[in-house]
């Protein structure tokens, strides 16, 4: 495996500095609180909604996240399964995040989730010339002969 490069990493750190200031601003704490150690729920339910919307929002790992966070990556994992399930729940909770997540996407970038959609989305409106294209290149090389059954028994 890759080491990844330090400054993608530092950049990805700092997308979720910017969704901590983001989100402090949403629940009027300030960011040391979402940092901080208490475990009172004004300051468990934001610093949880940092970590999902990290996990969304950037290609961090939950222990890149944990260590952007100075918490672990259990932590992390537990948030994001706190905010995943109130999501489900509350109306006014989704409506919160989705918020949040409308107004950070074009600063920290879409999810991994979102580039396998635009990816799929891509390969289904090309694919008809991507298929026929390769179709051409096969038969110049082969033969229409040997391609046509080919192609028929792939569809």
Not at 18 to 24: D, R
Not at 46 to 52: G, I
């Amino acid at each position: 495996m890759t080491k990844p490069d330090p400054l993608d990493l530092a950049r990805l750190i700092s997308s979720v500095q910017t969704i901590e200031v983001a989100v402090a601003s949403q629940f009027h704490i300030a960011v040391g609180d979402i940092r901080s150690e208490c475990r009172r729920q004004e300051f468990a339910v934001p610093r949880h909604v940092v970590m999902w919307l990290a996990r969304d929002l950037t290609q961090l790992t939950l222990p890149q996240i944990g260590r952007a966070m100075n918490r672990d990556h259990a932590s992390v994992l537990h948030g994001v399964r706190r905010v995943e399930r109130e999501i489900n729940d509350s109306v006014g909770f989704r409506a919160v995040v989705t918020g949040l997540q409308q107004l950070l996407l074009p600063l920290v970038g879409p999810s991994p989730t979102m580039i396998d959609a635009i990816i799929e989305e891509v390969v289904r409106l090309y694919q008809p010339m991507i298929t026929a294209a390769i179709r051409r290149e096969l038969e110049t090389v082969v033969g229409t002969d040997q391609i046509s059954p080919l192609m028929s028994s792939s569809r």
